[in-house]
């Protein structure tokens, strides 16, 4: 894959790790909606004028989108706090599958059952999660792990007075769906 191939994942990856939906970001820009979409997957061609407003917003560098990747296997994403989680990524933002470590915080205010196409699997590495599963509701501990489609309606959070820590692996469809749910 050449650089400016990479491009359009890299611009996704920073769209997204700020929450931002691609109307937002195409509407703080200035943009149409089908330009950044196209941009992101790769169908149209990366110019200055489309980049500068873009990166302008995303607050990085057009250098930080066209880097060439680092041979070090080591993942360099930051994480997002929000809604009484940090999410750490685990996996590169190209990745297909997405991979994070969830830690839910007890006492956080309780979300609202999610529904979205897309799949997830689990696995508590410590603490107590609640997980609502369509009428089911079940606590889960360390050691435990569930995987469920996610247009079973669901939910999740720290059951105690401790932190619940989770390791959840998406398809890219339930990750983008999952983590970054319209403001």
């Known amino acids: 894959m050449d650089e400016l191939q990479r491009l359009g994942p890299r611009l996704r990856?920073?769209?997204?790790?700020?929450?931002?939906?691609?109307?937002?970001?195409?509407?703080?820009?200035?943009?149409?909606?089908?330009?950044?979409?196209r941009l992101e997957s790769g169908k149209r061609q990366a110019s200055l004028e489309l980049l500068l407003p873009l990166t302008r917003q995303l607050g990085v560098r057009i250098d930080d989108l066209l880097e060439t990747p680092d041979p070090d296997p080591r993942v360099r994403r930051s994480a997002i706090r929000r809604d009484g989680m940090t999410i750490a990524p685990l996996t590169r933002e190209e990745s297909e599958v997405?991979?994070?470590?969830?830690?839910?915080?007890?006492?956080?205010?309780?979300?609202?059952?999610?529904?979205?196409?897309?799949?997830?699997?689990?696995?508590?590495?410590?603490?107590?999660?609640?997980?609502?599963l369509g009428e089911q509701e079940m606590v889960l501990t360390r050691g435990e792990a569930a995987e469920f489609d996610t247009t079973t309606p669901h939910r999740m959070r720290a059951v105690g007075s401790r932190p619940a820590e989770v390791v959840s692996i998406f398809n890219s469809v339930g990750e983008r769906l999952h983590l970054h749910s319209p403001e």
Do not use: N
């Not at 769209?15 to 109307?23: F, I, S, V």
């Not at 609202?112 to 696995?123: D, I």
């Open 98 to 132: 997405r991979a994070f470590k969830i830690t839910y915080l007890p006492g956080a205010p309780e979300r609202e059952l999610q529904v979205h196409e897309g799949h997830e699997w689990l696995y508590v590495l410590s603490g107590r999660l609640q997980l609502a």
């Open 13 to 37: 990856a920073a769209r997204q790790d700020r929450g931002w939906t691609l109307d937002e970001l195409a509407g703080r820009a200035g943009m149409s909606v089908s330009t950044l979409s």
